[in-house]
């Protein structure tokens, strides 16, 4: 006996067509989509865990109100701790966001250039991709800084700060008004010095022998650049 599902079904699939075409399609796009998922997440998962090699991203962070001394590093050392100076400096740009200031990193958290090219002179900046995207900053463009203005020359991704949170306690971040950039180290010393002043011995080309002097304390604050420190003489006496 021949089953009267043989020449059902075609009927039902005939007169619904519409109705499991639109089903079969879903499923379709579900399976897809879910699958892509899967893929995706395990290539990310794979790249987040290779670039912590490839970038030499730190084990861990910390922060002190002044800068280690010598014997400070070397004592925190001897723990089997390896301690890499990544300095920054925050300041506020004439768009209303705020940037922190890197110098390029060589040894720990590395910076991946995206496009165009690090800076390599004064008045140069690579700034964050995501930062430079949602606020409509493209290679060339300018940002300014008080009375210092940068010229944009690349687009980078800092590996420790895959998403740009400005404080750790921050529950979500904002890459319109926060942003990383890097700059080259001599800018970097010229933006965390407010006040120095030098001089150079004329006896080059007069004959004259003088004196030449840094400013590396005001108001009790120290203001020197790298290597430049204050330290105390007592042949010196206040002259008022």
């Not at 084990?59 to 701790?81: A, C, H, N, P, S």
């Not at 009375?147 to 306690?169: C, E, H, M, P, W």
């Not at 700059?183 to 011995?201: H, I, N, Q």
């Amino acid at each position: 006996m021949k089953s009267p599902l043989r020449k059902r079904l075609p009927r039902e699939l005939k007169s619904e067509f519409g109705k499991y075409l639109v089903v079969f399609v879903m499923m379709a796009i579900t399976i897809a989509f879910v699958s892509g998922f899967l893929v995706a997440d395990g290539s990310m998962i794979r790249a987040y865990d290779d670039s912590f090699q490839k970038y030499n991203i730190e084990d861990g962070y910390f922060r002190t109100k002044k800068k280690l001394t010598t014997t400070q590093k070397e004592d925190i050392e001897k723990t089997d701790v390896k301690i890499y100076e990544n300095f920054y400096i925050e300041q506020k740009l004439t768009n209303g966001s705020t940037v922190r200031f890197f110098k390029n990193r060589k040894d720990v958290d590395k910076v991946c250039l995206m496009k165009g090219r690090m800076p390599e002179k004064s008045g140069e900046i690579a700034v964050d991709r995501m930062y430079a995207e949602n606020n409509s900053l493209e290679i060339g463009d300018r940002v300014k800084s008080g009375k210092k203005a940068f010229r944009i020359t690349g687009l980078v991704a800092l590996s420790d700060y895959s998403a740009l949170f400005q404080n750790n306690n921050d529950t979500m971040f904002d890459s319109v008004k926060f942003g990383v950039a890097i700059v080259t180290d001599k800018e970097f010393e010229a933006l965390k010095v407010p006040v120095d002043t030098y001089a150079v011995g004329s006896s080059l080309f007069d004959g004259n022998i003088n004196f030449t002097a840094d400013i590396v304390m005001v108001d009790g604050k120290e203001c020197a650049k790298a290597g430049r420190v204050h330290l105390p003489n007592p042949r010196l006496e206040l002259v008022k």
